[in-house]
């Protein structure tokens, strides 16, 4: 959506974070049964769920709060983003499933600095930016 956001559930990122998070929710039950597979689990999810939890919990806040709050969710991103590598280097994710959600958290990644740097160049209502980040264009992620 561009233009002014009035909810949470308006922002595109908000809702690519929501869709990659039930995605994992599925992706979950192909891990092992047993301690190990659980706790990888646990924090795959603890993580990925924490990105629009974040996006959620800052927006109607202050811009330096709400700023800060997507820093904390980028940092989520990039704690997913450590747990889905070694989910598909452990052979718990298919390649495909796993390149699926790895090209997502990275454009996530890139969503929050973009929207964080917009809050913080704003000067009142918050928009966000224009679509220019797409799956198809992230080409490499290892």
């Given at each position: 959506?561009?233009?002014q956001v009035?909810?949470?559930t308006d922002l595109c990122v908000r809702?690519?974070?929501h869709q990659l998070f039930v995605?994992?929710?599925r992706d979950a039950d192909s891990f092992p049964a047993g301690r190990?597979?659980?706790i990888l689990a646990e924090q795959l999810l603890r993580s990925a769920g924490s990105i629009g939890a974040n996006i959620a919990e800052g927006f109607s806040r202050s811009r330096r709060k709400f700023a800060n709050s997507l820093d904390i969710a980028l940092g989520e991103a990039n704690e997913a983003e450590s747990w889905l590598y070694k989910a598909r280097d452990a052979g718990w994710l298919t390649e495909e499933a796993a390149a699926e959600r790895l090209r997502t958290v990275v454009v996530l990644e890139k969503m929050l600095s973009s929207l964080?740097?917009?809050i913080a160049a704003n000067d009142g209502a918050v928009r966000e930016p224009e679509g220019e980040y797409r799956l198809e264009q992230v080409d490499d992620v290892s």
């Open positions: 959506m561009v233009g009035k909810h949470f809702r690519m974070a995605a994992l929710l190990r597979g659980s964080k740097a917009a």
